[in-house]
Each structure stands twice: as structure tokens, then as C-alpha cells.
């Protein structure tokens, strides 16, 4: 293999890297649309296009190993291959979760909303927008921006603890809540962990610039 084919090897993955990181936001996105609206079709759309998300993990696989198979990479080239695999890991593991979120709209259907959603939504949107700015910084080998988007984690986690209080109060006063509100917490920690994958991307984006391995989901 040449050295521009190999090159192009390298572009094809992190195009369909891109693809998927495009997937899995959308994912997302339909996830919590369908909680909102309590739409049971979208929710089952979510499940079925899961399949997508893992036939591009294996794609991608199946290309760096090709790629490592047919020439000897040089160290950074290495690097590349082995973090794009570790991301479309973590990538596979969001939409996991976009699909545990949409089994719970099929759980919740029929069910009256004990109250209008507000800052679940509003996770999700950080959530999204984190997983764009991680591919991003991935693709332009921007470090200082991973560890930038690690830091709105916190915006995550603040909603999160917020949320987690105000179901609290509801299941202390009603007993009736505490199945509803148990599984709008589950939505959140869903959430609360795509974010945690977020940084995981972060961290190898890093290690890949850098070739330093660091821990920042703390």
C-alpha cells in the first residue's frame, strides 16, 4: 500500500467517523424528542436505527484493521488508528443509551406526565452539542479545546443534581410519582453518562496530540 493510499485509508474512516458521530446526535436528539412528546413511533425508530450506529463501528474497525494489516503505520499513525477505534467505541456506547431513553418512552406510554419537561431537555442539548465539539477537536487534533469541553461536564452534572432533586421532592410527597419519576432519573443518568463518553473522547483526542493518557472524568 502507498503512502497516499494508506492516507486515504485514513480520510475514509474519519469521514465515516463523522457519519457516525452524526448518527448518534441524532439519536439523541429523536430520543428525547420522543420523550417529550410521548411518541412511541419515534421511540421505535430510535431502537431500529441503532443498527446503523453499530454496522458503522464495525465498518471502522474492519478498516484500521486493514490499514494496519497492509502497511506498518509509523507511530503516529498508530496513534490515529487506535484512538479512532477507541472513540467509535464510546460513540457505539452513546447510542446505546439513546436507545435505553427511547424504551423508556415505550415504558412511560399512556402515562399523564407528572410535569412538563424542562431540564431534560436542556441536558440533552449540552450533551449534543459536546459530542459535536468532541468530533471536532478530534478531527482539527485540537487538545486545548478537549479539555475545554470537558469543563461544560459541569453544566451536565448541575442539571442533573437539579433534576435529581426536584423527583426526589415529588416522590417524597406522592408515593404514585415514584415509578415515573424513577424513570425520567434513569433518562438523566442516560444523559449524565453520554457526557462522561463525551470526555472519554476528549481524553483521547488528547492522547493522541500529545501521546500523554489523562483522566478527566472526575
Not at 480520510?11 to 448518527?23: A, E, F, R, T, V
Not at 424504551?103 to 459535536?132: C, F, G, S, T, W
Not at 487534533?141 to 469541553?149: F, L, M, S, T
Request: glycine content about 2%.
Amino acid at each position: 500500500m502507498t503512502r497516499s493510499s494508506f492516507d486515504l485509508g485514513l480520510n475514509q474512516m474519519h469521514n465515516d467517523l463523522l457519519k457516525m458521530g452524526s448518527i448518534v446526535e441524532k439519536q439523541i436528539h429523536s430520543s428525547i424528542e420522543a420523550l417529550k412528546n410521548q411518541d412511541v413511533d419515534l421511540a421505535n425508530k430510535v431502537i431500529d436505527n441503532d443498527d446503523l450506529v453499530d454496522n458503522l463501528q464495525k465498518d471502522i474497525e474492519d478498516k484500521a484493521i486493514k490499514l494496519i494489516a497492509m502497511q506498518q503505520p509509523l507511530a503516529t499513525d498508530l496513534r490515529t488508528i487506535f484512538t479512532t477505534t477507541k472513540i467509535v467505541t464510546d460513540l457505539e456506547r452513546m447510542a446505546d443509551h439513546a436507545v435505553d431513553i427511547s424504551k423508556i418512552v415505550i415504558r412511560l406510554k399512556n402515562q399523564q406526565y407528572i410535569k412538563e419537561l424542562v431540564d431534560i431537555p436542556k441536558m440533552a442539548e449540552i450533551v449534543q452539542r459536546m459530542i459535536k465539539l468532541s468530533i471536532d477537536a478530534y478531527i482539527n487534533r485540537d487538545a486545548e479545546k478537549a479539555y475545554e469541553i470537558c469543563k461544560i461536564d459541569d453544566d451536565v452534572d448541575a442539571l442533573y443534581k437539579k433534576v435529581f432533586n426536584e423527583l426526589l421532592g415529588f416522590m417524597t410527597k406522592d408515593k404514585n410519582t415514584i415509578n415515573q419519576s424513577a424513570q425520567f432519573l434513569f433518562v438523566c443518568k442516560f444523559l449524565e453518562r453520554i457526557a462522561d463518553h463525551v470526555t472519554n473522547i476528549c481524553e483521547w483526542t488528547i492522547y493522541l496530540v500529545t501521546g500523554k493518557q489523562v483522566d478527566l472524568n472526575e
